[in-house]
């Protein structure tokens, strides 16, 4: 009566690691909001359904057409930290780096010269993230749009 047996906390810890294999699976297919001729393919790290970011995401893109330019726009609320560091990196290459504070921000990244032809990986970095009162996430910004320019 009452006690708990050694099989039922394993069958316990194996329910929760199976819950949270799912929710990381359904996490992962969380979509950008991409606008412009490009379409993401595959899996996305560190995107939330409601638009919030972690500190640091990936996704890949792939282009429909050639991309001359890169816009980034994201949104900060009054009470993150004051400022923050976002970096940008495609393919592992860093494109972009600004300091962001709150409220709406964009960062731009020029490849008229060298057009993306070819499927790659968006990066972000955001430092410091933060928790947001009554919310476990350590939360970095809200992802309003990546829109790709063409031409």
Not at 30 to 53: H, K
Not at 62 to 71: I, K, S
Not at 107 to 116: C, D, H, M, Y
């Amino acid at each position: 009566m009452g006690r708990v047996l050694p099989e039922d906390g394993a069958e316990k810890s194996g329910q929760i690691a199976m819950q949270a294999g799912y929710i990381r699976d359904i996490l992962s297919r969380v979509r950008a909001p991409l606008t412009g001729y490009v379409m993401q393919e595959g899996p996305s790290d560190g995107l939330y359904p409601d638009g919030w970011t972690k500190a640091r995401i990936a996704l890949t893109v792939r282009p429909l057409e050639a991309v001359t330019a890169l816009r980034f726009i994201g949104w900060r609320p009054d009470y993150a930290p004051a400022s923050a560091t976002v970096t940008l990196r495609l393919n592992g290459q860093t494109a972009a780096e600004a300091v962001v504070g709150e409220g709406v921000f964009e960062i731009e990244v020029n490849r008229r010269e060298s057009p993306i032809a070819e499927t790659f990986l968006i990066e972000t970095e955001c430092n410091p993230a933060f928790r947001p009162e009554g919310d476990d996430r350590d939360l970095a910004f809200v992802l309003m749009e990546i829109r790709a320019e063409h031409g």
